[in-house]
T-cell receptor, first 115, second 113 residues
Framework: DVKVTQSSRYLVKRTGEKVFLECVQD?????MFWYRQDPGLGLRLIYF???????EKGDIPEGYSVSREKKERFSLILESASTNQTSMYLC??????????????FGDGTRLSIL | AQSVTQLGSHVSVSEGALVLLRCNYS??????LFWYVQYPNQGLQLLLK??????LVKGINGFEAEFKKSETSFHLTKPSAHMSDAAEYFC???????????FGQGTRLTINP
């Protein structure tokens, strides 16, 4: 079965820290995505990647960066965490070079609190 | 650019009643439409999708949705609600050539016993 694994379910960090969120998929998918989910705002795309070492900005990339050194792994980095980055973060993956008609498969999310 | 509007951030129905969750989209080209469900403390799971062909799409857990181009809608229905249907539901749209999905704001479904 399809599996997207996020390294932490809950994470508490302090303002100014550099934070790493890790995501691994076992489906050999080309596309990987990072979203943040906030009440009333739905899912907003932060960054996505359609190949190793490739990345594209989503709708809200400010304050974030990403890394994709291997096909199965996609990392989200908060360069200097701030309280307004407290949120639920969801990783997803999808097959094929253009995932427009393919469903995305989601991890269980990381609930990140910045104090 | 595409967009999705889900009408009603919170819907409450009685067990056994009809479930209707509304989704309207905006797209200048033919859309691909998805419904996802999110149970508490979990990620999103695909319920159903419309790409091309039959406009009435059946999904898992007894849900279905109908693509109506004239109304730019893709409403989700289930004839008889079950307690286990309590969750948050997201509608999403994509188009050919796009690399990403655009999600609606979500609708939280509550089932009353």
């Amino acid at each position: 079965d399809v599996k997207v694994t996020q390294s932490s379910r809950y994470l508490v960090k302090r303002t100014g820290e550099k934070v790493f969120l890790e995501c691994v998929q076992d489906m050999d998918h080309e596309n990987m995505f990072w979203y943040r989910q906030d009440p009333g705002l739905g899912l907003r795309l932060i960054y996505f990647s359609y190949d190793v070492k490739m990345k594209e900005k989503g709708d809200i990339p400010e304050g974030y960066s990403v890394s994709r050194e291997k096909k199965e792994r996609f990392s989200l980095i908060l360069e200097s965490a701030s309280t307004n980055q407290t949120s639920m973060y969801l990783c997803a993956s999808s097959p094929t070079g253009t995932g427009y008609n393919q469903p995305q498969h989601f991890g269980d999310g990381t609930r990140l609190s910045i104090l | 650019a595409q967009s999705v509007t889900q009408l009603g951030s919170h819907v409450s129905v009685s067990e056994g009643a009809l479930v209707l969750l509304r989704c309207n989209y905006s797209s200048s080209v033919p859309p691909y439409l998805f419904w996802y469900v999110q149970y508490p403390n979990q990620g999103l799971q695909l319920l159903l999708k419309y790409t091309t062909g039959a406009t009435l799409v059946k999904g898992i857990n007894g849900f279905e949705a109908e693509f109506k181009k004239s109304e730019t809608s893709f409403h989700l229905t289930k004839p008889s609600a079950h307690m286990s249907d309590a969750a948050e539901y997201f509608c999403a749209v994509s188009v050919q050539g796009a690399q990403k999905l655009v999600f609606g704001q979500g609708t939280r479904l509550t089932i009353n016993p």
